[in-house]
């Protein structure tokens, strides 16, 4: 069984949690796409793990873990992820983590440009984690980026990596930012590649041979469906195709390959950065902040959380063929007495049961509410499905009911242990 695992909203959904349990029973662990802009928390015998570009498999000691050619990799970022990972006790190495040579890297200056760009956006600044993700997307797709192979030809990478830095200055003295100096720049990368160089490999036959001898994969995403370049609040996304499909273009493997797509969402919404968020709610924001939750993983910057938006789901579980859905954090609704859905948005006096695409729309979208009763009570000890209190489960029945895909997981706290499989 070859899985997708995705996100339904706007990231954070709780997916690594989701991947490192899924990860028990498969051999090979995959990301797609995306880049550090990805923070995924696992927490694991006691011991908190955040992850940025290293798959979640990596906690396992005998699994193979990929980080593919759709992925955007800042090799300082990484070599740093490593380090930091391996501190932990988990070691890393090549036969444990192999690195495409089709990946982009993200440069020093590209982070650096994505800073400008959003100064320059003002009071319509996306609100990007800073990582250097959309311009180095850019240089891919505009054909001028530098993958980790290039940087086995070190004469060509040397000119290469010059002639952006030349480039990349001219925009930041735009902005009269500091510039960058091409000879540093080509030795901070290179100090860094010394590390990941042996890991890195064409990764494509690698991932077929598993796939043909009957391995079992789990393909990791980043981030989520509405902040999937095509599918998501445009502007406010990301660079990359979160959605199921971004899988397969980020890894190599066709779609024959997937047998099911594991949608993952929170019990409710969270979002950071910019955009529209029709559910957002200020109490219930405040009542998560105050509880400790929903502070970011890659930057700690608090994210805005709302009620649950059917919405969103319903059009994710379009896009992505979910086939079973993993519902985290219902914990976090634990002493709530009465709970919203919303069902559909009300624009201009029309009701939209699925996202729409222009976006001044957003702007004018008045969420349409249900009301379900709470539960009222702990449910992070609870050790199975049907332990759940009731209304829980009616909360769970509806959601799938409005999203049109079965529940296949529920999260009651960020623990491993804290998963429970739906039946
Ligand atoms: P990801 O980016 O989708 O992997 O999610 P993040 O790790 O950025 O954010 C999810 C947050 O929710 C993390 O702090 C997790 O530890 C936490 N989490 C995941 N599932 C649950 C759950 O079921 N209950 C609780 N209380 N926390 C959870
Ligand atoms: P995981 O994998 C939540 C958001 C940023 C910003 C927008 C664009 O942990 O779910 P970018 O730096 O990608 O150009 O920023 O996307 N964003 C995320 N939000 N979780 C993430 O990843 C995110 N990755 C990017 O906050 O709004
Ligand atoms: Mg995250």
Redesign the pocket.
Same mark, same amino acid.
């Given at each position: 069984m070859n899985t997708i695992i995705t996100?339904l909203q706007?990231?954070?959904e709780g997916?690594g949690k989701i991947v490192d349990y899924l990860t028990e029973s498969a051999d090979v662990v995959i990301r797609g796409q995306?880049g550090n802009? /990805?923070?995924?928390t696992v927490i694991a015998n006691g011991t908190k793990y955040v992850l940025h570009l290293l798959p979640s498999g990596i906690l396992w000691d005998s699994k193979i873990n990929v980080i593919s050619n759709g992925v955007v990799i800042d090799p300082i970022g990484l070599v740093s992820e490593i380090e930091r990972i391996e501190s932990q006790g988990i070691s890393i190495t090549p036969k444990k983590l192999i690195i495409s040579d089709r990946a982009h890297v993200v440069m020093p200056f590209h982070k650096e440009l994505d800073a400008a760009r959003e100064a320059s956006l003002g009071d319509r600044k #996306?609100? !990007?984690?800073k990582?250097g #993700?959309?311009p180095a997307y850019a240089d891919k797709i505009n054909r001028c980026g530098l993958r980790m192979a290039d940087l086995f030809d070190r004469a060509f990478a040397e000119a290469q990596i010059t002639h952006r830095v030349a480039e990349a200055n001219e925009i930041l003295k735009r902005y009269d930012l500091e510039t960058f100096d091409a000879a540093k720049v080509i030795d901070e990368v290179y100090t860094a590649f010394a590390r990941l160089s042996p890991h890195v490999t064409n990764t494509i036959p690698a991932l077929h041979a598993a796939w043909k001898s009957g391995k079992k994969l789990l393909f990791e995403g /980043?981030?989520?469906t509405l902040?999937d370049i095509d599918f998501g609040t445009y502007p406010? *996304? !990301?660079?990359s195709n979160t959605t199921a499909g971004g899988s397969c273009t980020g890894s190599g493997l066709p779609p024959t390959a997937i047998d099911a797509v594991i949608g993952v969402c929170k019990a409710y919404t969270t979002r *950071?950065?910019?955009?529209p968020f029709p559910t957002g709610d200020e109490g219930l924001s405040t009542y998560l902040h105050d509880l400790g939750r929903e502070f970011g /993983?890659?930057t700690g910057r608090p994210r805005g959380c709302g009620w649950l938006d059917t919405v969103l789901l319903r059009f994710a579980c379009m896009v992505n063929g979910v086939t079973g859905l993993a519902v985290t954090n219902v914990d976090g609704l634990d002493a709530y007495e009465t709970l919203q859905i919303c069902t559909g948005y009300l624009v201009d006096g029309t009701t939209h049961t699925l996202p729409p695409a222009d976006r001044s729309a957003w702007d004018r979208a008045t969420p349409i509410y249900e009301s379900m009763p709470g539960w009222t009570c702990d449910t992070t000890a609870c050790k199975d499905f049907a332990s759940l209190p009731a209304q829980a489960k009616a909360y769970l029945a509806r959601l799938s009911e409005l999203c049109g895909a079965p529940i296949a997981f529920v999260g009651v706290g960020p623990d491993r242990t804290q998963t429970l499989v739906a039946n």
């Open positions: 996100g706007w990231g954070d997916k995306g802009n /990805a923070g995924h #996306i609100g !990007t984690t990582r #993700i959309g /980043a981030q989520g902040l406010f *996304v !990301t660079s *950071v950065g910019s955009g /993983a890659t």
